[in-house]
């Protein structure tokens, strides 16, 4: 009797071992499901987050730098308007205000053409022709201004030389309307557009003194004007 008592002892000894050893095993496998999971959904988390950072800071950059883009852009027209504001004073010295005010204009406006991308060539061809129109205009008052006082006294003034600087005038309101045009349509910010647009205004400026000038000479008849006038 004792024998089978040690022997039952014995298979529930070995039993309750079995049992345990099959709950530890089992409870570390499910430690390593756990873990495993968390590792995965940590991973899965990883690119999301990573892209909602590149998105952030894309947001935050795009605004400043085209913000800075646009500065420099300004400070390029401001820094050659400059440039050619130096150099109408020093080879211009004697001429008006006005003139020296288109010359600029016309010469920035031809100098900043490369910054008007597809339309560079249309800005460069406008202020060309412009630079040339003012090539004409101040030949021809040149020579309304050497005409003697006695000779507009007797025959009036110039007005084949007036009727040049008409031309032009008509010539050039329709280039002015270009570059207004073409100024209007660029890709630049507003503050460099009215930059651009003050230097048309100055051309403008200059039409009207030269519209003036000439309106005045063909009205002078002189003394014998009449005859042939």
């Avoid at 020296?100 to 910054?115: D, F, H, I, L, R």
Wanted: no cysteine; net charge neutral.
């Amino acid at each position: 009797m004792k024998k089978i008592i040690i022997v039952l002892v014995a298979l529930m000894l070995v039993s309750a071992a079995v049992v345990s050893a099959a709950n530890q095993a089992q409870g570390a496998n499910g430690k390593k499901d756990i873990n495993a999971s968390a590792n995965a959904s940590k991973s899965d988390n990883v690119p999301t987050q990573n892209a909602y950072q590149v998105i952030s800071q894309l947001q935050q950059q795009n605004p400043n730098q085209g913000l800075n883009t646009s500065l420099q852009v300004l400070e390029q027209v401001r820094s050659r308007i400059e440039q050619k504001e130096q150099e109408v004073n020093a080879t211009m010295p004697n001429s008006t205000q006005n003139q020296k005010m288109a010359q600029v204009a016309v010469q920035a406006m031809e100098a900043t053409a490369p910054m008007f991308g597809k339309s560079e060539e249309n800005i460069s061809k406008v202020s060309n022709e412009i630079k040339n129109s003012f090539e004409i205009t101040t030949r021809a008052e040149e020579r309304i201004k050497s005409r003697s006082g006695f000779v507009k006294f007797l025959a009036g003034g110039d007005n084949e030389a007036a009727g040049l600087i008409a031309q032009e005038i008509v010539r050039n309101e329709n280039r002015i309307r270009e570059l207004n045009r073409l100024i209007e349509e660029s890709d630049f910010d507003p503050e460099t557009k009215a930059i651009l647009q003050e230097q048309v205004q100055n051309i403008e400026q200059e039409q009207l003194r030269l519209k003036t000038l000439a309106q005045n000479e063909i009205n002078n008849k002189g003394i014998l004007g009449w005859i042939w006038k």
